[in-house]
């Protein structure tokens, strides 16, 4: 319950400090997204632990650029994974953490990107690192991606969507107030 709550905080905070103002002439470049995704282990998957996992994610995003091309965030979570396995019944979690930057083609409302991130994953009381390619598409306030998680022993790919509580800006804003 404590973990929870923290976690619950850890979400708030960021929303509350950086939702846009509408009546705000000039967008801030700090928004706060939600995602929805599942991870799919590729090849072997006893060397994952698990079969698929689902789970959901909070990422803090900062647009870099006054033409609103490239983004860096952080981003944390919680999946809970599933394995199909008849001798392994207990639930395990999955904790990501990481850092990514994306690049957006088009300055408009709906825009193509690719980025790459590097987090850390917990999973079972162990530590893996991660290099994640991504590609997706933006829309508004929606954002649905693929990424493919690259680790040492294994690899998987991960497939979401993303709801923003603010637009991503557009570039199109004059740079002096």
């Known amino acids: 319950m404590k973990k929870t709550f923290i976690l619950f905080i850890i979400v708030c905070i960021p929303y509350i400090s950086f939702c846009q103002n509408k009546q705000n002439k000039y967008y801030k470049p700090y928004r706060f997204s939600i995602s929805g995704l599942t991870k799919f282990p590729i090849g072997e998957t006893n060397s994952y632990g698990f ?21 860096i965030s952080l981003e944390a979570g919680f999946m809970s994974t599933l394995s ?25 409302a709906f825009s193509p990107f690719i980025g790459i991130g590097y987090g850390i994953e917990n999973f079972d009381n162990k530590n893996k690192y991660v290099l994640k390619p ?19 022993e294994y690899n998987s790919i991960e497939i979401g969507i993303s709801y923003s509580f603010k637009e991503r800006p557009c570039g199109c804003f004059p740079t002096n107030k």
């Open 51 to 71: 079969d698929m996992g689902i789970g959901i994610m909070g990422e803090l995003i900062y647009t870099l650029d006054q033409k609103a091309k490239y983004e």
């Open 84 to 108: 199909y396995s008849e001798n392994s019944n207990d639930i395990k979690y999955l904790i990501p953490a990481g850092i990514n930057i994306h690049y957006y083609f088009i300055d408009e």
């Open 134 to 152: 991504t590609i997706g598409i933006s829309y508004e306030k929606i954002k649905v991606f693929a990424r493919y998680g690259i680790i040492s």
